[in-house]
């Protein structure tokens, strides 16, 4: 579950395994690996669900196509002449936005099983060299560890995003809703605004996943490629 996707006589490489999700088995696998929780309303894993109606409906047009017989190599390669100009961001060229002075803020859990961590880096790098300059002046990367797709997690999970646990408990604190240091949407309108770059925004973990309880931990997320330690 953990190895890289490969096809192929070369065995080449064609997405990263499921090691974005290390040390959250528990709450992951139920839903993406199996055997299916009774109590979680699916009646099989969602990669299943996925991979079901994406190969037959949307890549090959074939409703009764087998998708376990597919060679993994021709199916990767048929997907992006098919889709990958509807589904996929892939076009490094984003010297138009920094002549304009646009700033973006990207991120992305670690422990995201829906799109893998990986695949944010890969484009940040690809941008990197296609533009032959270093990113940061225009376009920086979060990378949160333990966070899931978009949000939750074992981890801090909470740093403006759209899935921040909300308060539900009474010990709400509201000065962390929308400043630069906790909130990344704030931190881009400082960026735009008074051309304060963030270095680094404070995410947070509550007991519960409820934003009006007890905090148990924060986290800087630093720009990338920098790590907290």
């Given at each position: 579950?953990?190895?890289?996707?490969?096809?192929?006589?070369?065995?080449?490489?064609?997405?990263?395994?499921?090691r974005?999700?290390l040390?959250?088995?528990?709450?992951?696998?139920p839903?993406?690996?199996?055997?299916?929780?009774?109590?979680?309303?699916?009646?099989?894993?969602?990669?299943?669900?996925?991979?079901?109606?994406?190969?037959p409906?949307?890549?090959?047009?074939?409703?009764?196509?087998?998708?376990?017989?597919?060679?993994?190599?021709?199916?990767?390669?048929?997907?992006?002449?098919?889709?990958?100009?509807?589904?996929?961001?892939?076009?490094?060229?984003?010297?138009a936005?920094?002549?304009?002075?646009?700033?973006?803020?990207?991120?992305?859990?670690?422990?995201?099983?829906?799109?893998?961590?990986?695949y944010?880096?890969?484009?940040?790098?690809a941008?990197?060299?296609?533009?032959?300059?270093?990113?940061?002046?225009?376009?920086?990367?979060?990378?949160?560890?333990?966070?899931?797709?978009?949000?939750?997690?074992?981890?801090?999970?909470?740093?403006?995003?759209?899935?921040?646990?909300?308060?539900?408990?009474?010990?709400?604190d509201?000065?962390?809703?929308?400043?630069?240091?906790?909130?990344?949407?704030?931190?881009?309108?400082?960026?735009?605004?008074?051309?304060?770059?963030?270095?680094?925004?404070?995410?947070?973990?509550?007991?519960?996943?409820d934003?009006?309880?007890?905090?148990?931990?924060?986290?800087?997320?630093?720009?990338?490629?920098?790590?907290?330690?």
């Amino acid at each position: 579950m953990y190895e890289d996707v490969k096809g192929g006589r070369a065995q080449t490489r064609l997405a990263p395994g499921f090691r974005v999700a290390l040390g959250d088995e528990a709450a992951q696998w139920p839903l993406w690996v199996g055997p299916v929780a009774k109590d979680s309303g699916f009646s099989t894993t969602l990669s299943q669900m996925f991979s079901e109606n994406f190969w037959p409906f949307m890549v090959y047009g074939d409703p009764k196509l087998n998708f376990r017989t597919l060679d993994l190599l021709q199916a990767s390669t048929d997907s992006r002449s098919r889709v990958g100009a509807l589904l996929n961001s892939i076009d490094p060229d984003l010297s138009a936005v920094r002549s304009a002075g646009k700033k973006i803020i990207q991120y992305h859990g670690w422990a995201d099983a829906v799109i893998p961590a990986q695949y944010s880096i890969n484009y940040y790098e690809a941008v990197e060299r296609y533009l032959g300059h270093d990113n940061r002046d225009f376009y920086r990367l979060f990378m949160a560890p333990g966070m899931e797709h978009c949000g939750g997690g074992p981890g801090p999970n909470a740093f403006g995003t759209p899935y921040d646990p909300r308060p539900l408990g009474a010990g709400y604190d509201p000065s962390r809703e929308f400043n630069p240091q906790h909130h990344v949407l704030a931190a881009l309108i400082r960026w735009v605004e008074k051309g304060e770059a963030p270095k680094q925004i404070v995410a947070t973990k509550y007991q519960d996943d409820d934003a009006g309880k007890r905090v148990l931990r924060t986290r800087p997320l630093c720009v990338y490629p920098q790590v907290a330690r």
